[in-house]
């Protein structure tokens, strides 16, 4: 994105819960963890990888913490609005946009919704039964 408009801003999120890779951005060097605790596994790490924390910092603008309400709350959205089953890492996004708000209120934001490792029965804990359409 930066490569195709300059001026975008670019937001890292991590969850509270493993906040190694946001403090090695704001560190600006890696700072690692002894655990981590989010539902978000996908980006659990304590060991952020040095390559990868020199390409943030090349591009990022911002790196911010989210809380574990906040994710399954962006799951939720997900797959109220959108109809997608996400993993918790694929809600990070929308989860710090729900937190502020503010910041993003009359801006454009896109977040990326990957990733395909969704366990249904916690799932299904965390956000409740998928809704039912009917016809």
């Known amino acids: 994105m930066k490569s ?3 001026d975008v801003e670019v937001i890292c999120v991590q969850p509270l819960g493993a906040p190694a890779m946001t403090h ?3 560190r600006r060097r890696v700072v690692t963890t002894d655990s981590t605790d989010t539902i978000a596994d996908g980006v659990a790490g304590r060991f ?3 390559a ?3 390409d943030l910092l090349l ?3 911002d790196a911010v913490l989210v809380q574990e309400a906040s994710i399954i709350a962006g799951m939720r959205m997900l797959l109220d609005r959108a109809g997608l089953v996400v993993e918790p890492s694929s809600a990070l996004g929308i989860a710090a946009v729900l937190e502020d708000r503010e910041r993003f209120a009359g801006r454009h934001a896109i977040t990326i919704v990957c990733g395909s ?3 249904v029965d916690a799932c299904h804990r965390w956000v409740g039964a998928p809704p039912t359409h009917r016809s």
């Open 4 to 6: 195709l408009a300059p």
């Open 24 to 26: 090695s951005w704001r």
């Open 48 to 50: 952020p990888i040095p």
């Open 52 to 54: 990868v924390l020199d």
């Open 59 to 61: 591009v990022a603008d």
């Open 117 to 119: 490792n969704v366990d």
